[in-house]
């Protein structure tokens, strides 16, 4: 049965974990797309940042949940680096058509759709746990009240959202790790956003309790029993921070895809690395000249001319085959049997 997919937008905070400036809670702003009534009318949408960069999809804002069945499954979607979560519009929204409620994170301080801030760049492990406070907050969120399959939970990163639903698999961050790993690499101190992001760890240690207390949070375990599936796409060269041991202990199917020329996220090094220590994955090439950004949104006109980097594609490269390819891989992940006890 394929659906009409459905739109909506909303902020709920965390109590128990500060924003950044100390000044409130820790926002988290959600995204979610779903399987909408028959009658809903469809309309193409932007991804909504100050310059119109990407094509989010075709889908219906604040349309009602469809009611031809009574629970869908749900998966929890985690945006790359400084993007959104609408940014994997693509992905969400052929997800949701094939009957699933889609809801994804905006990670404070690492996101497009506010300021970002040095130390939501530096504290991947923030983005596990507010998918998790999300998940808690979506039990009982209007809209989906009752209409969610809770024994069906699963979650899908694009980059270093790879390595955040991996987090709630039950992976381990130790950023001695990645620090020791890094520095034999031929990249920078940083990413694109923040090229001297290394630099501002030890200031921020003395500057800022909230980025303190979460330094020193940095290897507590963010594993969520509810979630019993990961697809990871592209997962970031974070991911070398977990520890081997943590990795080897996760018993749930993993997913991995990656594209063959990814720079930002080699296949040898990350990819494969993972596969190699997760028991239960599975890893699937999406192209020998699939780059990284070829797995965010088409580019509108406008974004291909001032972003081509993340909005053009090398000659040869179809961005929109290679989303049809990663969302079936996707889908036949999302509809696997699994077993909830084999979490860890």
């Known amino acids: 049965m394929a ?4 739109f909506d937008e909303g902020t709920i905070v965390d109590p128990q974990r500060r924003n950044w400036s100390n000044d409130g809670p820790r926002p988290i702003k959600w995204s979610a797309w779903y399987p909408a009534v028959e009658t809903a009318v469809e309309e193409l949408t932007l991804v909504p940042t100050a310059a119109p ?4 999809g075709t889908v219906a804002r604040g349309a009602s949940l469809d009611n031809r069945q009574q629970r869908f499954p749900l998966v929890l979607l985690s945006h790359g680096t400084g993007g959104t979560a609408s940014s994997l519009g693509w992905l969400a929204q052929r997800i949701a058509a094939a009957g699933f409620i889609v809801v994804g994170v905006d990670h404070h301080g690492n996101t497009a759709s506010e300021p970002y801030r040095p130390e939501g760049f530096l504290c991947w492990w923030e983005r596990s746990r507010d998918l998790s406070v999300l998940l808690d907050a979506f039990a009982h969120e209007a809209r989906f009240a009752g209409r969610i399959d809770m024994k ?11 390595y955040a639903v ?3 698999a039950g992976a381990i961050t130790d950023m001695k790790l990645f620090s020791e790993w890094a520095g034999t690499q031929p990249f920078g101190r940083g990413p694109r956003e923040y090229p001297d992001l290394a630099d501002y760890i030890e200031p921020l240690l003395q500057s800022n309790s909230v980025f303190r207390a979460s330094w020193e949070r940095q290897s507590t375990s963010y594993i969520d029993s509810r979630v019993t599936a990961v697809i990871a796409l592209a997962p970031a060269p974070t991911v070398r921070g977990f520890t081997t041991e943590s990795l080897c202990q996760i018993k749930m199917p993993i997913t991995i895809m990656v594209g063959d020329a990814d720079s930002e996220a080699p296949a040898g090094s990350c990819s494969a690395w993972l596969h190699s220590h997760l028991s239960q994955s599975t890893l699937t090439s999406l192209g020998q000249n699939v780059g990284h950004y070829t797995l965010l949104c088409e580019g509108t006109e406008a974004g291909k001319k001032i972003e081509p980097d993340i909005c053009v594609d090398p000659p040869g490269i179809d961005r929109l085959a290679v989303h049809n ?16 006890s084999v979490s860890r």
């Open 152 to 162: 069906c939970v699963s979650s899908v990163g694009f980059s270093l959202g790879g």
């Open 325 to 340: 390819m990663a969302a079936n891989v996707t889908l036949a992940a999302l509809r696997a049997p699994r077993h909830p």
């Open 166 to 168: 991996l987090s709630l």
């Open 3 to 6: 659906f009409k997919v459905g």
């Open 53 to 56: 960069l990407f094509i989010m």
